[in-house]
């Protein structure tokens, strides 16, 4: 994948992730009245994208080095201690939700599916 089409599926993916994260924030709204959602939203989308370009940098350098598997096995872990930390420091901070830090990372499957949906109903 090259760097156009890249950034074309990041650019489609932060469409989404805002519109979904203001669909959550605005039912959130009918059971609570604080911003923790929100911020909750804001640091799992931060960490949505952080992710996702870690995760292309492993695909080209395993693409580029070849199967070699503890360049493969360090991008792995440091994506998952992004996540568990980002997910730690929201128990910690009492003003950001903890779910809604792990919300977002589930958005690139809801996005795509509803893409795939809406191709084949073309």
Request: charged residues 15%.
């Amino acid at each position: 994948m090259n760097d156009k089409d890249f950034y074309s599926e990041l650019k489609y993916i932060l469409k989404g992730s805002c519109i979904l994260n203001i669909i959550i924030y605005l039912i959130s709204l009918v059971f609570t009245l604080n911003v923790s959602v929100m911020l909750g939203l804001l640091l799992g989308s931060v960490v949505l994208f952080i992710n996702l370009h870690l995760l292309r940098r492993n695909l080209d350098t395993a693409v580029e080095f070849g199967s070699n598997r503890l360049r493969l096995m360090s991008g792995y872990l440091l994506r998952y201690f992004l996540l568990g930390s980002a997910f730690y420091f929201a128990i910690k901070i009492k003003s950001i939700n903890e779910f809604c830090v792990i919300v977002p990372q589930l958005y690139p499957k809801v996005l795509y599916t509803l893409l795939s949906v809406r191709n084949n109903s073309k």
